[in-house]
């Protein structure tokens, strides 16, 4: 092999690319674990936890969040979970669709593991809830620090702010990450340079890197310790959106960031906080803060304003990402989404996503009025996802990767005990707001349910009166009095192997069938992308009839008319879209006497039909050459 090749020139592309990702992943990926230290410490000593600033205690709490940053974000996802990509995407989805193709045909196995996946899923919304409030709030309450007679502007201003986020997200996760990656770039510098003066001043903290410390403080206190592990996770909030991204932005630019600049800034802010509050004890009323000089309160609240509005971005990301996989996998109506990037197929923006996320938004901040009031009601969420993740990724583990049992039994019995151990001790917020995320977690699993097991009756009363496609074939044969117009006919089916009602209905009414008809199935692969010719199947099945099935991943947007143009690519198959007509079926569901499951499901499933989005639109179908043939189904 000679090293002559076309690798040179491309490489400045390459690395110019991936400054590109990575600078955008540093505004987008990493905006909510890097504010944290906004709220962590500062709830850790909240005078209702009853836990005094003293040595010991401030050294045991710095251990736990330096090794919770360590274990949790780094080791589990940074470098294990972020391994577990479905050719490229992440999230619990991504996750649940290799969890499931591991467990293959076992039914006994499959049911668990889905339920899990669904679980965190719901979970992890109600997390994008939560995310972009708290942080927006905690960042404006530092004009509190000024002066108290601020604080009744606290409120609106962040609702002003989180509005105006939630407006931006049309213009595409990348170009909002460059707008705010220098911005994040500046953030991380900042954080590191303050704590890295104050353990200048009192570098015995640094003792915190010794996990001992966090043991024994985990020892000594007994149940104060475990309580105040609810508090301590929200150093770690973000990591399920770290992995929910990597789809965004990939995995090479966002374990760049984190080794390069976001582990290092953080390690050196909660190192510093805590010496600023061995030092001085009163500033563990809000130790972030108090390690700013007075004269730069300001400029800093406008920077952790714009930081926190960052944060929101990663969350809101994920949700995005989540929603278009939940849609393609068959857990959610069809939804419209939106490409935000020529380049990069995972940037997407989802208007409903977005518009549902800022009213819940709007809501908590109005309803829980301060950061400290939102943090009771954080934690819940993320610690139950990352626990359904833990068992998600040990399955893969052992099915695909083929690691040995005694590892996956080990690792993912230490991951899950870390895991479960955090969602115990938030429980205990239940009654403090920590049921609003369970509740939305609780509302997207029945939505998500209520879909895939409304969809699985609706495909099977379509069954029970399909004409099997071989037997309409023979018909036609012996049959040959049907009037053929010129033309090409598309029935949209969802069965390659029965004869749309809407061909059925066409015939029986207008008794004719166009020169040449194309029964076209779209189905949707648990993988994220399918291309080329993998991607189209075409079979002549003589006398004008052709079946075509085509193909997409979980992360892929159908488009019929590109398919169309494909066929021609790949088959020699040319349509002419000025003389095809596409007809759809058109259901009308109607819940039924007899009950696949309980009425009230079958009504919400209705309404859930209802309002998905046209298959027109979904499948980028020119409506001018459409026709919709209904039909009433009983559920």
């Known amino acids: 092999m000679t090293t002559v090749s076309t690798c040179p020139p491309a490489a400045p592309g390459m690395k110019a690319r991936l400054g590109a990702l990575s600078l955008a992943a540093a505004g987008v990926v990493y905006g909510d674990i890097g504010t944290s230290p906004l709220y962590t410490l500062k709830e850790c000593f909240n005078p209702n936890h009853g836990m005094q600033p003293t040595t010991d205690n401030v050294l045991g709490i710095a251990s736990l969040v330096v090794w919770a940053l360590l274990l949790i974000v780094t080791l ?27 467990v293959g045909p076992n039914r006994a196995a499959a049911g668990p593991v889905l339920a899990l996946g669904l679980i965190g899923a719901g979970l992890f919304f109600g997390d994008g809830m939560i995310t972009p409030a ?30 105006g986020l939630f407006l931006m997200q049309s213009r595409g ?14 953030w991380f510098i900042t954080l590191g340079l303050l704590g890295f003066i104050q353990i200048l001043e009192r570098p015995g903290i640094l003792d915190a890197l010794n996990p001992r410390y966090a043991l024994s403080f985990l020892f000594d206190h007994g149940w104060i310790a475990f309580l105040m592990l609810g508090s301590v996770v929200l150093a770690v909030t973000g990591a399920e959106a770290l992995y929910a991204d990597m789809g965004h932005f990939g995995k090479v630019s966002i374990r760049l960031v984190w080794g390069v600049l976001v582990l290092p800034a953080l390690l050196l802010n909660y190192l510093g906080q805590a010496a ?57 109506p069809r939804l419209a989404v939106h490409h935000t990037s020529d380049e990069e197929e995972g940037q997407i923006y989802v208007p409903r996503a977005n518009w549902g996320l800022m009213l819940g938004v709007i809501a908590l901040v109005i309803g829980f009025q301060s950061s400290s009031g939102l943090a009771t009601a954080y934690g819940i969420a993320v610690t139950g996802t990352m626990a359904a993740t833990s068992v998600l990724v040990m399955v893969v583990a052992r099915a695909l990767w083929r690691w040995p049992l005694w590892l996956c039994l080990g690792l993912g019995g230490v991951m899950l005990a870390v895991d479960l151990a955090f969602f115990a001790a938030n429980l205990v917020k239940f009654g403090h707001g920590g049921w609003f995320p369970l509740l939305v977690g609780a509302a997207m699993l ?26 309409f074939l023979e018909q036609q044969k012996v049959n ?10 598309i029935y949209m089916t ?8 809407a061909l059925l209905h066409n015939l029986k009414h207008n008794k004719v069938l166009h020169r040449r ?43 019929i008319p590109k398919a169309l143009r494909l066929c021609k690519a790949l088959f020699g198959i040319e349509f002419d879209m000025m003389d095809t007509t596409f007809f759809l079926g058109h259901e009308t569901l109607v819940p039924s006497a007899h009950h696949d499951m309980p009425e009230w499901r079958e009504r919400l499933f209705v309404v859930m039909s209802r309002n998905a989005v046209p298959a027109t639109e979904f499948f980028h179908i020119p409506p001018g050459r459409v026709v919709e043939l209904g039909s009433q189904i009983r559920l």
């Open 76 to 102: 589990k996802y940074v470098v294990l979970l972020m391994r577990a990509d479905n050719r490229g995407e992440g999230g619990i989805l991504a996750l649940l669709a290799l969890a499931l193709r591991s």
């Open 134 to 163: 708290v942080s927006v709030l905690s960042a404006i309450e530092g004009i509190e620090v000024l002066t108290p007679a601020l604080r009744p502007v606290v409120v609106p201003l962040s609702l002003v702010v989180l509005v």
């Open 173 to 186: 996760s990348e170009r909002v990450g460059r707008l705010f990656g220098p911005v994040m770039v500046v």
């Open 276 to 332: 600023l509050v061995l030092e001085m004890p009163e500033a563990a009323s809000n130790p972030f803060y108090m390690l700013v000089p007075g004269w730069a309160v300001m400029p800093m609240v406008v920077l952790s304003t714009a930081a926190a509005v960052i944060a929101s971005q990663a969350v809101i990301s994920g949700v995005f990402s989540l929603s278009r996989q939940a849609m393609q996998l068959g857990y959610s």
């Open 446 to 471: 029945l939505l998500m349910g209520t879909w895939r097991k409304g969809r699985a009756i609706l495909d099977r009363r379509l069954a029970e009166g399909a004409m099997p496609l071989p037997h």
């Open 480 to 489: 040959p009095c049907v009037v053929r117009v010129d033309g090409t006919a």
């Open 494 to 501: 969802g069965s390659s192997q029965t004869v749309p009602l």
């Open 517 to 559: 008809v194309v029964f076209m199935t779209v189905a949707i692969d648990d993988i994220p992308r399918v291309h080329g010719r993998e991607r189209l199947t075409v079979e002549d099945l003589s006398d004008g009839f052709y079946r075509i099935t085509v193909r997409y991943g979980f992360v892929q947007e159908p488009d």
